[in-house]
């Protein structure tokens, strides 16, 4: 059974940082594109980065490149998301997502159709 579990949000004044955890367990996470995708209240869910198991590859999305670092540590099954100069408009819940390498899974559209298990994600706010 798939299973992602993140953590490490919560309340963060802007231009601080955060580092989101996702645990992952019931497959081998090395052969899985990983993604993380946010929601703002009101607003459609949008990719913001991904890793591909089979070489690492990362893609951003534009809102985020220079700010954001993803990362995957196979051994212990879980995925990173380094949030660095936080902004209010990075306010969202995060949620992370797999998907098999065998598929489309992790490209430069982060496209949340491209992945299919999901977290039930963490609450990120950005204020002062």
């Known amino acids: 059974q798939v299973q992602l579990v993140e953590s490490g949000g919560g309340l963060v004044q802007p231009g601080g940082s955060l580092r989101l955890s996702c645990a992952t367990s019931?497959?081998?996470?090395?052969?899985?594109?990983m993604g993380w995708f946010r929601q703002a209240p009101g607003k459609e869910r949008e990719g913001v980065s991904c890793t591909k198991g089979i070489n690492g590859n990362t893609h951003y999305a534009d809102s985020v490149k220079g700010r954001f670092t993803i990362s995957r540590d196979n051994a212990k099954n879980t995925v990173y998301l380094e949030m660095n100069l936080l902004k209010p408009e990075d306010t969202a819940v995060y949620f992370c997502?797999?998907?098999?390498?065998?598929?489309?899974?992790?490209?430069?559209?982060?496209?949340?159709?491209?992945?299919?298990?999901w977290g039930r994600g963490t609450q990120v706010t950005v204020s002062s």
């Open positions: 019931g497959f081998t996470m090395a052969r899985y594109d």
């Open positions: 997502a797999a998907v098999s390498s065998s598929l489309r899974g992790c490209s430069p559209h982060i496209a949340t159709n491209d992945f299919g298990s």
